[in-house]
């Protein structure tokens, strides 16, 4: 037995209890390098306990939907970064915190070009590329301590497009 959501297209709105959509959405908030460039000024809370600020290449297996989801994370001790290397859509799935743990999940897909930043503790997907070469720059916490959490769902959901 499984149970289904459908994914949905990224939005600032939709994903702002999960954590920050990076992408260059309006304006830049200011020009720079001799008005050669913009710049779209701090478009992630990035969060770290006991620890610092680390970028780390990931690359990922693509998968294809429909896709089973039997699992999800969470990073108690920092906020986690994804920025796709790739003007490739990729798989977002999130959910709520449930009294510790996660309620029903969403999926999102992302736009050519978007990132994503989940806020500290937010339960979440695996990195989930849709296309080759899944490949990611991923800004994260660098410290001792666990700092991973995850879940396995008892009945699994199926995630289908849209």
């Given amino acids: 037995m499984t149970r289904a959501i459908r994914v949905e297209p990224l939005s600032r709105a939709a994903f702002a209890p999960f954590g920050d959509v990076l992408d260059t959405e309006g304006a830049p908030d200011r020009m720079i390098n001799q008005g050669l460039c913009g710049r779209f000024h701090d478009r992630a809370r990035l969060d770290f306990a006991d620890g610092r600020a680390?970028?780390?290449?990931?690359?990922a297996e693509p998968r294809s939907l429909p896709l089973m989801l039997d699992m999800?994370?969470?990073?108690?001790?920092?906020?986690?970064?994804?920025?796709?290397m790739s003007l490739d859509p990729f798989l977002v799935i999130v959910a709520p915190d449930e009294a510790g743990k996660p309620g029903r999940p969403r999926a999102f897909l992302t736009a050519p070009g978007q990132g994503i930043n989940f806020h500290r503790g937010t339960w979440?997907?695996?990195?989930?590329?849709l296309a080759e070469p899944g490949l990611f720059a991923v800004i994260d916490r660098i410290g001792e301590g666990s700092n991973l959490e995850e879940h396995r769902f008892e009945t699994p959901y199926r995630v289908l497009a849209g």
Avoid at 54 to 59: K, N, Y
Avoid at 72 to 84: D, M
Avoid at 124 to 129: N, Q, R
């Fill in 54 to 59: 680390g970028v780390s290449l990931f690359q």
């Fill in 124 to 129: 979440h997907g695996v990195l989930t590329p």
């Fill in 72 to 84: 999800v994370e969470r990073h108690p001790l920092g906020s986690q970064a994804f920025v796709p």
